[in-house]
């Protein structure tokens, strides 16, 4: 008897392949169930998510909504979240000692802030049900073989009644998936900072204003608004992240230059504005008294000198042309983005296999029989907020109920 012949076997240790492995343990006990991992360690990304403090969920209670979320993923997400909620996490989490906490934009992390905790919670449930666990295994290749398949690490060979492959975004196995006959999409990075060296940044580093409107003039155009970030390239924040994810093709295909118009006040129309500076018939300097407390000083000297404005002017002494000009500034500035910058804090990978290749209720391959998929290694990926291991969570649990 072969001993590396397994009824299931995972191909990765990350958030899916742990979920799904424990899921499947869970409801038949009596499976022989093997997760092999190429790194060292297992949940590596848990571990550096949410900078150390790992950001587990969102809480989103609403389907709908939720959706909005996750660029891509289309409707077939519906049936995966329709069984699995952030609420279904946060109570798997909860009965297994592990009680999260919400902050105010609705992210989730562990009471701890620690991601060491979701990891000695997932291993201990791994140990607790007699999960095997194998790391510094690379599988090199694998190959359906009857009903089962062979998987190649090295000289080993190791054979599964049931494959998941949970192998994350940009990975070897979108070329296995291909070579058994799936179609899969190209993989292109997603959440990234835009690069941008227009002068008005110059200088204003680590400022944020909230909100801002952004408006991207690509085809077709994209929109977001929230929290913005001045950093050394570019700009960040969340309002350009959650661009970065929904223009994440049409920028990759316009190789990352675009032109990006900025509303610094999007909560009051042009015409709002226009009146409110024509009422301001003061003799303060228009430099050095903003009107706009979520602008901050430094970026609204810079804007009104681009708006035309000169040092010793007054508010009194500004002319209906002014006054147009510097509406524009606020509510339209057009800069131009030239590159992408890598956000260390929360990158994904858009791209890999598409839900229409699986089962939705199953995660199980419409191709092949016995082979099932789940985490990033599907064409789903999320904005930044808890989103990915959302994902990563639900289509776990999905897989490895199915396996069972
Ligand atoms: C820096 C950073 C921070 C993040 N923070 C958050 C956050 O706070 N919240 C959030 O929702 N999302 C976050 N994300 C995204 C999230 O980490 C991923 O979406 C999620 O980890 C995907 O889970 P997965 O199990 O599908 O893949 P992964 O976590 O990537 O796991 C796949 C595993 O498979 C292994 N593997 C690959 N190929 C093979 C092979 N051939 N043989 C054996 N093993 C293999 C890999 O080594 C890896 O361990 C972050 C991402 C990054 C990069």
Redesign the pocket.
């Known amino acids: 008897m072969n001993k590396d012949r397994w009824d299931i076997v995972v ?7 742990l979920f799904a492995a424990l899921r499947a343990k869970e409801l038949s006990p009596h499976l022989q169930v093997l997760i ?4 060292p360690k ?1 949940l ?3 571990s ?3 900078g150390g403090r ?4 969102h809480a989103c209670h609403d389907l709908d909504r939720l959706l909005t979320s996750y660029p891509r993923g289309g409707h077939r997400l519906e049936a995966i979240f329709g069984r699995f909620m952030p609420q279904n996490t946060i109570d798997w989490f909860q009965e297994r000692g592990v009680k999260l906490k919400t902050e105010s934009d609705g992210r989730m992390f562990p009471v701890t802030d620690s991601s060491q905790t979701v990891i000695d919670c997932l291993l201990g449930q791994a140990h607790k049900l007699g999960v095997s666990l194998e790391t510094k ?4 290749n694998i190959e359906p073989c009857g009903s089962n398949f062979h998987l190649q ?1 090295g000289s080993r060979k190791i054979i599964a009644s049931k494959l998941l492959l ?4 940009a ?3 979108t070329s296995w998936l291909k070579s058994l006959g799936h179609e899969v999409v190209a993989d292109i990075p997603s959440l990234f900072t835009f690069c941008c060296n227009d002068p008005l940044l110059q200088g204003l580093q680590g400022l944020s204003v909230d909100p801002v409107g952004l408006t991207l003039k690509t085809e077709p155009e994209y929109e977001s608004t929230g929290p913005f970030l001045i950093t050394h390239w570019g700009v960040s924040g969340p309002a350009v992240l959650r661009l970065s994810a929904f223009a994440a093709r049409t920028l990759f295909e316009n190789n990352y230059r675009a032109s990006l118009i900025i509303d610094f006040l999007p909560d009051i129309s042009e015409s709002e504005l226009r009146l409110q500076m024509e009422g301001l018939v003061s003799p303060k300097l228009v430099q050095t008294t903003s009107p706009f407390p979520t602008i901050p000083k430094r970026l609204w000297r810079e804007l009104v000198t681009r708006g035309g404005v000169k040092k010793n002017q007054s508010w009194q002494s500004l002319k209906p042309p002014h006054i147009e000009k510097l509406v524009i500034t606020l509510k339209q500035l057009q800069v131009e983005l030239d590159g992408k910058g890598v956000f ?5 990978t858009a791209g890999g296999l598409p839900l229409h290749e699986v089962d939705v209720y199953t995660m199980e391959s419409r191709r092949v029989p016995g082979l099932y998929v ?4 599907l064409n789903v990926d ?1 904005i930044t ?8 969570w639900a289509t ?1 649990y999905i897989a490895g109920e199915a396996m069972a």
């Open positions: 191909v990765g240790a990350g958030a899916a392949g092999v991992e190429k790194g297992p590596r990304k848990v550096i998510s949410g790992c950001n587990v969920t295994v690379r599988v090199e690490a949970a192998t994350g975004g990975s070897k196995a260390k804090e929360e990158f994904v789940a985490g990033e290694l999320g907020g808890g989103f990915n291991f959302q994902n990563a776990g």
